[in-house]
């Protein structure tokens, strides 16, 4: 059993940037792929990132390509997601996710850390 739990939200003022990190305890890190997630009020999650195994590939959601960053550190089991030149679209819980493999689905969920873009 996967425990994930999100950091780094908060408030800034668009075209600022923010760092997510996302914990994960009770299992071997290495073996998950992980994602990102965000849900805005009074809409459906939507992807934004995942970054396989070992890191070496990553995809990301068109809306945030070329401005965030998905990364992982395996020894410190921990995935990030740097997001710069934020836009008050971006506004939004913010949530770190593990799946056994790309095949399967996401199996595990972190709490949400909540990101709020002001104009």
């Known amino acids: 059993q996967v425990q994930l739990v999100e950091s780094g939200g908060g408030l800034v003022q668009a075209g600022g940037s923010l760092r997510l990190s996302c914990a994960a305890s009770?299992?071997?890190?290495?073996?998950?792929?992980m994602g990102w997630f965000r849900q805005a009020p009074g809409k459906e999650r939507e992807f934004v990132a995942s970054i396989s195994r070992a890191g070496g590939s990553t995809y990301y959601a068109d809306s945030v390509k070329g401005r965030f960053t998905i990364s992982r550190d395996n020894a410190k089991n921990t995935v990030y997601l740097q997001t710069n030149s934020l836009k008050p679209e971006d506004t939004a819980v913010y949530y770190c996710?593990?799946?056994?493999?790309?095949?399967?689905?996401?199996?595990?969920w972190g709490q949400g850390t909540q990101v709020t873009v002001s104009s």
């Open positions: 996710a593990a799946r056994a493999s790309a095949a399967s689905n996401y199996n595990y």
């Open positions: 009770g299992g071997t890190f290495s073996n998950y792929v």
